[in-house]
């Protein structure tokens, strides 16, 4: 597939947003069940707006992707089969969500329905809902993907479950950092689930790696045109300045190009930030713990990148490749 | 704008629908034009028009984006003062200052020389205009394309069988069982050849293609038969060995239909050596074989008088007349002459093996003898025989350029026909089928001049500008035997050149070989690119200026509708319409568009206005001819006879009370009668009424066997189709060849003999049977150094070099790839889709490769004429075609190497002055790393002339909103 | 139900393009508006096709098949490009089975195209809106036509007739009755697509010569009394008395 740049934004922002939730609201939970220390609303504003911002930004690259974004609305309709009407009607309402809970514990509205020792009981309560559409947004946007059959390194549960670990590393990353940032004490907490999910993240990544090193496609030029003989070449696509079907479908780099993509991805995903969060959160160094994560973000762009080259699409039998 | 939308709604706008000719190619198909608003919504085959029955290929479905291409010439246009010939510097004038600087120069040239006056024209359809035009000039320096075309499928064929392949006659696909398709990629008879394959393979017919290259056509075969490249002579001749070896031929037919039962003289000191016997001889007038030969009657074991009622002629055999002359029947002569041409023999020049040959031979023969047809027609012979039925032989050929385009081609196409005549299959049910005017006696009436007085200034020309010399005598040569025509047609080089040479015109003009001209008219050619041999030299000469500053060739005239290469060469540029924008005629005194079952002719009307001040050439001549007061154009007061070119069409007889015109139908009065008739003033509103064709339908019992049906030539030479009703018998011996051999063995007392250095030529080519000799550039090659043959095809959905202004069909071939044999391309390094070059003795290009198993790995080849100029055809300076695509034509040359024969020798078959496109030898190797990534040569990006309109960046072609849209 | 369909015969196709530039004109000033072209004149023109004809080699010389294969929107009976669009822009129509693009609805997503394993999606690059074959809706049901050219414009055109039209749900319909009788094929059947056109192969007419057909009695050789030269040597009729 040709890597559309909106795209591969749009699903690295939202997922590192959406982790960066998590993260934060992970840290609330953790701090009603007095496992950790409570934070200052500010943190958990400051986290808000971030990961608003990071999936405004997503959405704003997502438009850029529409060929007619002025009709965006119409992809709301389709919920019931299209897994990216389902991502259309999700993420707003995350974003909706993400706002909510980032203006609750800004309006210092406190009032008590579970018993005086569990702070900002409402945010809570909106933190949960938003937990479970994060989870679901994960999903869907994952399944946009994982969906469509022929994209066979594509169609595998592995996608999402690495847009989902990839997305919360990210945004755990960031909680790190902005944790460090904000003096608070979660730094530790963060950072080790940072770990913890970049380790997943890069185990499910392997796997789906792995797996798609070894795909045996489906379709091969003699099912796609339906004659018997091992020596079929096609010598002629019926146009010769390119069409949409070369464009959208090959990523038009060179093999050596593509290969050295994946091992910046593998660098700048895993070992890098992990050495980074590992020196960051010993010493508490904001300029570390931030650079790890923009290291990670820039590897998720890179990784991005190759999830898209790296699917085959069988229409790509029907002009010249595979 | 409109705007794209769910495709259920219906456009507004006001529509409607008009009947005419397709012209994206000279097949002439019906067409259906829908126009919205003004503009050109759709074009439809016509369901109702004979020859493609509502179908219509990519090209036709393409004329939208002719009739609006930017790369249209829209003003008459002058070359600047001062600047260069090919810099296509222009200035707009009007077409009165156009007419009066051509009045001027040509009645100067009339009064003095008309010789002086050339006119050529490219793959035209209006022949009979143009040739009536140069022939009341007095110029014979006119042609059209045949000779650079395929002239040698005319003439061999003509010559022998009396019609043609080509637009002339053609294979009974409906009756065939067995099709045998030799070099044909995409022809003139496109939609009705593919209509007819389709449903002859649907029938359980069996299709075999013989051909170096397997695309188009041949895709579909049953079987597939790559050749070698100039070597079909040879396989014909096998073939002809191996059924007469069997006996698989058609014994009543050759003795019936051909003279194979002829007896030839062989008295080696007689002059009629190697001529039929014959028992009378009278003044042989005209162009009919007299029927006054000689059989062996084996009853009687004597000679007697062919045909006569009850006699059984010998076919082979040696015998002696009374006065003591050996004779042998012509066939024994052929089957002499196949005797050394084995299948082994032929496996070794045509690397097709020869079990193959064997077996394609008895397909054939067995074929012919086994599935006979009968139809239940009665008709009756020339001689007065009532046969009950019309039956037929159902093995039927095609070929094409893939024959003619070698300069072996016409004996390689005499040894087809031959074999075609053995195996009883001509203008019988599922053979080979006539179209009217065809056949034609062999050879056909019309001659040339034949001496340099034919030509005096203000006069018309003594003769056609092109004929059917049928002797030494008929040659256009001055008293030391040298050629008149500037082209050097109908001379001792090429005797039997009746399409002319266009392709040596530049040459020689430049040259001034055999003279100088003053005035080259160039209607439809692109001469300065895809029609002109050694296309990079030709291009010099045109620009090439003598010591007085002059240019050697002084004035030249392009009327073209497009920018092409040739325009930048253009002293005077004439803006042509397009075919939806012109009255036009296929005429029967040209090649008109005729079926099986009869004479059919058609027209072209109108359906939007001439755009910008385009005008159509047909008119322009009108006008001229009327300034220039040529005969034909203006009555005794030298007042002009003809409003404009419909008028012209109406009116004009081909004799005061001939009643024949340009169109055969409706003609009388009241459009009563047809084929002859007075002109009928409203002739055209009934061609437009009937989707302006007219289609006459022979009775069945005049449908076949037209070379000796009685009724059919009655009726030909009652409607003024031939000048005879004699039988036209195929001719297995070729007297007319042997009488040029006679003349070259200095056995014509009295006659015209060749210059000393022709000699042997002729004696060599006009051999009266045919044989197969290499072709002449390749016997001139280093063959180890140039091991490869290279040759061309069409693309079917391109016409020449007019395509490429098309925005659709460019998209399908924006350049062309070299295609060749991936162990060939190993075998010297070149990789697939690189960068190579190809060389030959006369140059080289550079072009891009690709790998195909589809051909016969000693051939490479491309797509014809996609290649652009830069700049060329009001295309972006970068774009596919100039800097991607290549033309072949650089590495092929139109003279031959010097030999014994001379220096200047046109690099064509030596008896028809066909160009030998295909006999070229190359050489391949991978481009260097140096070498820039584009095709060699390169030119000088060419600039967008007045008139024609700007490039869009983009199209949203809707009509009826086109033109006003904004890009 | 109906279900419209194209079956391409490659036994007959030549790969002329008719239909590629017959589509292209009636579609380009057809109910749904232009269809765009990018570049006309310049470097890598491209545009907006609903139908390509293709080519292949299969095989190796001299025993090497030239395929001209045609390619449009396949009309899915199981569709895959509808349900994944987000807007419901892509709809495969109850009464006929065509699958078709409401361009008024389309937002550009190019998911579709995604989901379609033919490449049979294109992209109009102006409009910004998915296109595809509409299998002529705007002709074949058009009744201002007449009857005999209610056909989609390639069919129309197609000069070898390789192209028919029909529904293939009926059993005695023409298309039908060719994929029964002619080993139609549907393409990538590995997906379940179910796709409505179908393909029918390549079929080969061979003879077969029995050697008694060289041997006749009619043989016209005979009539030429070849006779052979006698011979010099002694044979038996020197000695028998
Ligand atoms: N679409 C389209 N149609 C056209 C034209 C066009 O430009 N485009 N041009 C028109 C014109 S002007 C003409 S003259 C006709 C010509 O129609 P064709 O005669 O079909 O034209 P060519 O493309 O020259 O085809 C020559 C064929 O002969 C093969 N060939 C070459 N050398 C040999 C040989 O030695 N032996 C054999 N057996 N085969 C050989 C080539 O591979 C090729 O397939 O087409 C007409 N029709
Ligand atoms: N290498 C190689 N060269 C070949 C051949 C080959 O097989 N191989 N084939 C040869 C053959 S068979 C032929 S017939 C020739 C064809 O050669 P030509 O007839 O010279 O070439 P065309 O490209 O057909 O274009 C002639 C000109 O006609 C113009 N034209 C198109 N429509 C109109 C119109 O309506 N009015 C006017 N006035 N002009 C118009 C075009 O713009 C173009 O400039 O090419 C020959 N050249
Ligand atoms: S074959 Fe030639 S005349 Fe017929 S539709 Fe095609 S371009 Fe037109
Ligand atoms: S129009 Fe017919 S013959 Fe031509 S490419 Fe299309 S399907 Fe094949
Ligand atoms: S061919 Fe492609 S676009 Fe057409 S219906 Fe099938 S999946 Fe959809
Ligand atoms: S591109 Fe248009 S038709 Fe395709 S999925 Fe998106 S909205 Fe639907
Ligand atoms: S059915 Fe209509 S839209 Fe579809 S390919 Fe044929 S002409 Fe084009
Ligand atoms: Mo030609």
Redesign the interface.
Known sequence: MHPAFSVIFLTTLIGAGQGLFLALFSGQLYSAVNLLPAQESSFYITGSVIALGLMIGGLAASFWHLGRPERAWRAASQWRTSWLSREVIILPAVMGLVFIYGLLHFSGWHPNWFGNAIPNQPALIVGVITTLAVFILYIATGMIYASIKFLQEWASVLTVINYTLLGAASGFTLATALAAWQGSGLIGFYGTWAVILTLAGLLSRAASLYRNARIKYKSTVQSAIGMRHN?V?Q?SM????GSYNTREYFHGASAAWFKSIKYIFLVLVFPVPLLLLWAGFSTASVPLLATAFVVQYIGLLFERWFFFAQANHPQNLYYQTI | M??????????AGRTETKNTTCYMCACRCGIRVTV?DGEV?????N?DHPL?K?????????G?MKQYS?ARLTKPLMRKPGSNRGDAEFEEVSWDHAFDVLEERLSHLRATDPKKFALFTGRDQMQALTGLFAKQFGTPNYAAHGGFCSVNMAAGMIYTIGGSFWEFGGPDLERAK?FVMIGTA?DHH??PL??E???F??N????ISINPV???????A?E?V?IKPGTDGALMLALTHEIIK??????DFLVNYTNSAELVNLDENSSEYGMFVRFEVPEEEGCFDPQNKLWWD?DLNKPISTHTPGADP????EFKLPDGTPVKPAFQMLTERVQQYTPEWAENITGIPAETIR?LA??MG??A??EKIELPIAWTDVWDNEHESVTGNPVAFHAMRGLAAHSNGFQSIRAMSILMSILGTIDRPGGFRHKAPFPRPIPPCPKNPTSPDDVQPNTPLNGMPLGWPADPDDLFVDDQGQPVRIDKAFSWEHPLSVHGLMHNVITNAHRGDPYRIDTLLLFMANMAWNSTMNTDEVRKMLNDKDEDGEYKIPFLVVADAFQSETVAYADLVLPDTTYLERHDVMSMLDRPISEYDGPVDSVRIPVVPPTGQCKPFQEVLIELGSRLKLPAFVDNEGTRKFRDYPDFVTNFETAPGSGIGFLAGWRGKGGEKAMRGEPNPDQWKMYEKNNCVFHYELPKSYQYMRNWNQGYLQWAQGNGLTRYAEPINCHIYSEVLQKFRLAAQDKNPGGRVPPQHLRKRIETFFDPLPFYYEPLESQLSDKHKYPLNAITQRP??MYHSWDS?N?????????NYLYL?PQTAKAAGIEDESWMWIESMHGKVRCLS?Y??????GTIWTWNAIGKASGAW???K???ES?QGFLLNHVISEELPASAEGDHLSNSDPVTGQAGWYDVRVRIYPASEGDEPVTFPQYEEMQAVPGTSP??????????LFNNQKN | MTQLALVIDL????????C???C???N????????????????????T?FNRVQ?Y?V????N?????FPKSCLHCEDAPCVPVCPTGASYKRENDGIV?V????CIGCKYCSWACPYGAREL?E??Q?M?KC?LC??RIYDESLPE??RKP?CV???????RLFGDVHDPDSEVSVAIREQGGYQLMPEWGTKPANHYLP??????H?HED??V?VD????????RHKTTKDVTLDDWLL
Not at chain 2, 2 to 11: E, G, L, Y
Request: proline share 6%; hydrophobic share 30%; aromatic share 8%.
């Open positions: 020596a070449v010598k019926g146009m010769m300045g | 409109a705007v794209i939308h769910d495709p259920i709604q219906k456009p919205r919504r759709y074009i439809q085959g369901p493609n509502g179908i219509i290929c990519a090209k036709g479905s393409s939208i930017p067995l995409e496109s939609n593919k209509m394959l389709s449903k393979k649907r359980g017919g069996r299709f397997r695309t188009g056509y041949s895709a579909i049953d597939w790559p069997q006996g698989l031929f058609d014994r084996r010998y076919l082979l055999g077996r008895y397909e067995i074929t003898r086994d079917m959905a202004q925005a659709w069909l460019r998209q399908i071939h924006a350049y044999h690709r195909s198993e589809a051909v016969e790995p009001n295309l972006d970068d774009a596919n800097q490039r869009r960046k983009w199209l949203q072609y809707f009509a009826g | 036994n007959v196709c030549v790969g002329c393009h008719a590629v530039t017959s292209k004109q009636w380009t000033s057809g109910a749904a508006g232009p269809l765009f072209d990018d570049n006309p004149y310049g470097k890598d023109p491209t545009g096709f080519t080699e095989g190796n010389y001299p090497t098949e030239t395929i001209h078709l409401d361009y008024d609805k109009d102006k409009e809106v296109t509409t809706v705007d005999a050219e414009a129309m055109a197609c000069p070898t007739n390789a390549r079929r080969k007419t061979k003879m010569i057909e060289l006749r043989n016209p050789l005979k009539k030429e009394d070849i």
